[in-house]
């Protein structure tokens, strides 16, 4: 690569990184900016009741300011239910087990964690998650990224 070609390149990419960083700061209606630190009050928070009696209560959603998508939320399942069949999605996830058992299957490879346990989806990995003890499991997500 001659200088000319190398010039070009740095340039090139210079605005490229302007314009991600610029759409990372923007946010939109459906993703807003997260740029200030704040406190999430579980008592504050609305609660949604879906079918079988599973319950979500959605934290936070919105873009970071370095381009990332993040979402993170709290789900609660009763004995014997999944919050949805098994699928696959662009971004990752953890799941953070609080209290009862879930059973987490990674692409066909299933394994039982309590209190304490942490998942982690890769990108386009096809899992599902099921409550398998005799109490509610609960647990948060945190999906990083976008998709």
Same mark, same amino acid.
């Given at each position: 690569?001659?200088?000319?070609?190398?010039?070009?390149?740095?340039? !090139?990419? /210079?605005?490229?990184?302007?314009?991600? +960083?610029? &759409?990372?700061?923007?946010?939109?209606?459906?993703? =807003?900016? #997260?740029?200030?630190?704040?406190?999430?009050?579980?008592?504050?928070?609305?609660?949604?009741?879906?079918?079988?009696?599973?319950?979500?209560?959605?934290?936070?959603?919105? !873009?970071? /300011?370095?381009?990332?998508?993040?979402? +993170?939320? &709290?789900?609660?399942?009763?004995?014997?239910?999944? =919050?949805? #069949?098994?699928?696959?999605?662009?971004?990752?996830?953890?799941?953070?087990?609080?209290?009862?058992?879930?059973?987490?299957?990674?692409?066909?490879?299933?394994?039982?964690?309590?209190?304490?346990?942490?998942?982690?989806?890769?990108?386009?990995?096809?899992?599902?998650?099921?409550?398998?003890?005799?109490?509610?499991?609960?647990?948060?997500?945190?999906?990083?990224?976008?998709?």
């Amino acid at each position: 690569m001659n200088r000319r070609e190398m010039m070009i390149a740095v340039s !090139a990419s /210079a605005l490229l990184g302007k314009g991600l +960083v610029a &759409e990372a700061k923007t946010g939109s209606a459906a993703e =807003p900016l #997260l740029k200030d630190s704040k406190v999430y009050q579980f008592e504050d928070l609305p609660r949604v009741h879906l079918a079988h009696g599973q319950e979500d209560q959605v934290v936070l959603q919105g !873009a970071l /300011a370095t381009g990332e998508g993040l979402e +993170v939320h &709290e789900t609660t399942l009763p004995p014997g239910q999944m =919050p949805h #069949l098994a699928h696959r999605h662009i971004h990752s996830e953890l799941m953070l087990v609080r209290s009862g058992l879930l059973e987490f299957d990674n692409d066909g490879t299933k394994t039982v964690a309590g209190p304490g346990g942490v998942f982690f989806v890769g990108s386009n990995v096809l899992h599902a998650v099921k409550c398998v003890g005799d109490v509610a499991a609960n647990y948060y997500v945190v999906a990083i990224g976008r998709g």
